[in-house]
């Protein structure tokens, strides 16, 4: 099984509605990630957080919530899902070291707002 | 200017060449740099990271550093059709995050 699980893997929805993204960890890792991958664009962080009670906006982060239920699960939500919100996401860990770059990738969860 | 820059591609090079990838950044204060890999439809995977100036070798991988410059390259030797990916480029900048460039994608031809 993955160490960072994604659900839904692919998802299509129409404009307005309610989406929520799903990411759990096996890894033991405090921190995790949000991030939103489009063509040409790269990765762009849309949310982080450092533990349970510690949750962090991003470069992107207009246009969703997120929520730390436990230290090894964070959910990305879209409230009202627009088009140009299609994207492919990634949910990434790490570990508590200072200045790590080594995140560990979920396997991307491809969202589509028609 | 975005905070990393990478030359778009794509990049081609025969098999058993050297490819050669490019990133810049702007922030003069950053320390870490890192080098993914994302194969076509996969998550990216660390493949190096660098702290200090000059060369760092693993393998058929030496990632290079030019602070002064604010450069930083990935050099693949001996290159295989198993390394076409896209390469990204990321930097540790402001609060500490972790900041992607828009990667380069490398095509080995057999």
């Known amino acids: 099984d993955a160490d960072v699980t994604q659900t839904p893997r692919n998802r299509i929805t129409k404009t307005g509605k309610r989406i929520m993204l799903e990411c759990s960890q096996t890894?033991?890792?405090?921190?995790m990630y949000w991030y939103r991958q489009d063509p040409g664009l790269g990765l762009r962080l849309i949310y982080y957080?450092?533990?349970?009670?510690?949750?962090n906006k991003g470069e992107i982060s207009d246009g969703y919530s997120v929520s730390r239920q436990a230290q090894a699960k964070f959910s990305l939500s879209l409230e009202s899902a627009i088009p140009n919100q299609t994207a492919l996401y990634f949910c990434?860990?790490?570990?508590?070291?200072?200045?790590?770059?080594?995140?560990?990738f979920g396997e991307g969860s491809r969202l589509t707002v028609l | 200017q975005k905070e990393v820059e990478q030359n778009s591609g794509p990049l081609s090079v025969p098999e058993g060449a050297i490819a050669s990838l490019n990133c810049t950044y702007s922030?003069?204060?950053?320390?870490?740099f890192f080098w993914y890999r994302q194969y076509s439809g996969k998550s990216p995977e660390l493949i190096m990271s660098?702290?200090?100036?000059g060369d760092k070798e693993d393998g058929r991988f030496t990632a290079q550093l030019n602070k002064a410059s604010q450069y930083v390259s990935l050099l693949i030797r001996d290159s295989q059709p198993s390394d076409s990916a896209t390469y990204l480029c990321?930097?540790?900048?402001?609060?500490?995050?972790?900041?992607f460039g828009s990667g380069t994608q490398l095509t080995v031809l057999p």
């Open positions: 990434a860990t790490s570990d508590t070291t200072e200045a790590t770059g080594e995140l560990f």
């Open positions: 890894k033991g890792h405090d921190r």
């Open positions: 957080s450092f533990d349970v009670k510690d949750i």
């Open positions: 922030d003069r204060g950053s320390q870490s």
């Open positions: 660098i702290y200090s100036n």
């Open positions: 990321a930097v540790i900048v402001t609060a500490r995050q972790l900041t």
